[in-house]
């Protein structure tokens, strides 16, 4: 083999080195602990690879270690809705995401909800998906994302407190429930993974449900369940531990009247 073959191919090889080495920078890690049983991911939506600067925010949450619970503004005096950052800083919530869509009066949620054992919206729709939390039995998984075609509502009332109806994205166990359509928005959601953790989901690239789901399956999150939670500028995840950063891109600016709180274990107590 000659000297300048043998130069080449340490040249080639010097280059594939730098552009992984490039590649991994641009990646980032593939989870960033914010806390024990807390982590924040995100992945770029085109090539589905972790990035730093991803559009796709995953916010795992193991609900061993966290408590996770629905705040309502009909349940405060002032009956006022607030953006995700204004329920997390004022009821010092570690992260807040949409607790789902809401009716035209501003604050009744669609769909049956039952918040710490009290009804609020009675009645339910044909949405096909529910999140449960605060067990009534200990023997009962913290949290669950159940579909309401194998697990009816009247059973979920009897042995959860907190019981919010949604439209349905994935059943069990990770069949992408949409067919493919043209309508795109930016997507808050919520979904369950294999190991019972919750991952509070927001994408700021508007994108069909059908592919959204389809991507969020074919992600290593282990997801087997889901459920849309908003959508377009309502649509957001606020995260404690990112305030201040420059990436505000989680942050919804839209003011809505019920949120999905993630608290440290044993603060349900508090307002």
């Not at 806390?35 to 991911?41: F, H, N, R, S, T």
Request: neutral net charge; glycine residues 8%; proline residues 6%.
């Amino acid at each position: 083999m000659g000297v300048a073959s043998v130069v080449r191919r340490v040249l080639l090889a010097v280059m594939m080195l730098a552009s992984a080495a490039s590649a991994a920078l641009a990646e980032g890690p593939a989870a960033r602990e914010l806390a024990p049983g807390l982590e924040l991911l995100r992945f770029d939506v085109d090539s589905r690879s972790p990035r730093a600067d991803g559009e796709l925010h995953v916010l795992r949450v193991d609900p061993a270690r966290w408590d996770l619970g629905v705040l309502l503004a009909a349940r405060h005096a002032d009956g006022k809705r607030r953006t995700l950052a204004t329920w997390g800083r004022e009821f010092e919530l570690e992260a807040a995401v949409n607790a789902g869509m809401y009716q035209g009066d501003g604050s009744s949620h669609v769909g049956f909800s039952q918040v710490d054992g009290r009804v609020f919206t009675a009645s339910p729709n044909s949405y096909q998906s529910a999140f449960v939390c605060d067990p009534v039995d200990t023997v009962d998984a913290p949290f669950a994302v159940v579909d309401l075609d194998e697990t009816p509502l009247d059973v979920l009332r009897l042995r959860y407190r907190t019981v919010v109806q949604n439209l349905r994205l994935i059943k069990h166990p990770g069949r992408n429930r949409w067919s493919p359509g043209k309508e795109r928005w930016r997507e808050a959601a919520l979904a369950e993974d294999a190991q019972g953790r919750a991952l509070l989901v927001f994408c700021t690239r508007p994108l069909a449900m059908y592919e959204f789901n389809a991507m969020l399956l074919a992600l290593p999150l282990d997801v087997t369940a889901a459920q849309h939670l908003e959508g377009s500028a309502a649509a957001g995840l606020w995260v404690r531990a990112l305030e201040g950063e420059p990436d505000r891109a989680s942050t919804g600016g839209t003011a809505v009247p019920n949120v999905l709180a993630v608290r440290p274990r044993g603060e349900r107590g508090r307002p």
